[in-house]
């Protein structure tokens, strides 16, 4: 145990490197890409100090040269996923008990190797694997997983630090224990930072956890587990497998040391979890603490007041980096007709501006959407866009899968609010518009307000000091995250804590203390100095 009230380091956001041409930054990530990207990986299962190739592999290859391989990785039977569950349950004996400070400079130091010797690698490997833009992957796997992992270690140190009062004679305190058992992390193929947030954040406080990042994301999740095994995290403290996710699941969830699960991905898959949790209760020796953060049908409500340059770049930005690929990517945007038709012109041409192609070019903008089943949909949802006459494709709407899954950025147009892209999450770059009436603003905020059964972000754009307080109580519910004369994506860890209801998740705001909470289990211990030897209070006389 630490000999002093230990104080952390105090967190500031890792500052964003401009990958300008000439500068040593860029050289460095186009050096490591093509190192990568010319070589071939062997991913195996990670459990305990064991690193297991069990032969029944999958290829791993860019979205935007899908043809090409750049390594493969080992698929998980049940038993190995039984396996890791029981490796975890031993690492626990030793990992809940250590020091709080020991564990804190594990993470510490796993975010000052992404900031130093693995910020290419990282950045690199999430290029390839996730197909984004220098700029995309350096705002994700370097700058916000190193910020997860150090403002994490701050909030979990104020949260050790939250203790009652103690009344005269007696000492109360308050210990926060790891949850008993072992916590599932489920993480998406979107966010390199998510995927190592989900399981570092419950393990940072104690917790072990069996570790399934998605299929999409395995080239970039082995960098992670390169870089905690580096920063010294003990074996058995995070397991990793891959492979299919229903049968690792369900062998999970079948687990009475089952205790909790951190998720990020859609809303489809967190409600089937849900639900398989609450059919295996009776299993459990503790209620499973459930978290997950999932999809979103996030808005863009321009007030006539608007500056429609200012929404037209919310829009291309906002609905197009990282080719819409983002939970929070603007998806319906509802504009007043006065502005509209400028507004989307300023749209048209910055699309039309757009370079698309292979991530290591630093020209293009937009790369490749994540696989052959995203295109697919996307594609026919242009397609049947086209047909219908509700609706109109105002600029992109073609699309290649020849060498890599290309979809060029798209903006419908629709008579209908209740069009089927205005309300459904497409999880990519095609945003749908709804011109109201000006004289509707007030009944167009219902609209944006009903239209979807998501609750994650959105943002209204006015410079009237009336319609926007209007707007934030109006659409109070619809969004986690919601701003104001600004685009709605690109929430800063420690800054904008982020998270929705409704059906886009639990609102446990990753990157913030509300999210450790859920993985510890406080103990109350009452300590009296002087006890009491007789049960006669006064009043009796
Ligand atoms: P996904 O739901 O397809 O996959 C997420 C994870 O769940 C992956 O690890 C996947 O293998 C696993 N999975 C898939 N089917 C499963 C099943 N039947 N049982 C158990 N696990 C299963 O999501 P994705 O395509 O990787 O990510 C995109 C989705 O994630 C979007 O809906 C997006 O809005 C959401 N997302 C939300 C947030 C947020 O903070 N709200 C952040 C990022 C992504």
Redesign the pocket.
Known sequence: MGKGFFHVPAAVNEPVKTYAPGSPEREAVLKQYDEFFNSKVDVPLYIGSEEIKTGNTKPLSPPHDHQHIVGQYHLAEKSHVEKAIANNLEARKKWAALSWEQRAAIFLKAADLIAGPYRAKINAATMIAQSKNIHQAEIDSACELIDFLKFNIEYMAKIYDDQPESDEGIWNRVEYRPLEGFVYA??????TA?AGNLPASAAMMGNVVVW?????QIYSAKIIVDIFKEAGLPDGVINVVYGD??MI?NTVLASPDFAGIH???????FK??WKKIGDNIDTYKTYPRIVG????KDFIVAHPSANPKQVATAITRGAFEFQGQ??SAASRVYLPKSIATEILDYVKADVESFKIGAPNNMENFITAV?HEGSFDKLASYIDQAKKDSEAEIYVGGTYDKSKGYFVHPTVIVTTDPQYKTMTT?L?GPVVTVYVYEDKKWSETLELVDNTSEYG?TGAVFSSDRYTIEEATRALENCAGNFYINDKPTGAVVGQQP???ARA??TNDK?GSSQNLLRWVSPRLIKETFVTPVDYRYPFLG
């Not at 489920?186 to 966010?191: D, I, L, Q």
């Not at 953060?293 to 979103?296: A, I, M, N, P, Q």
């Open positions: 489920v993480t998406p193929f979107n966010f998510i399934k990042p998605s299929d999409s996710p229903e699941t998720f990020t991905g859609s809303t489809k898959v089937g979890i953060e999932t999809g979103g983002k939970c994540i999450e999880f994650l982020f998270g929705g886009s998740g990753a």
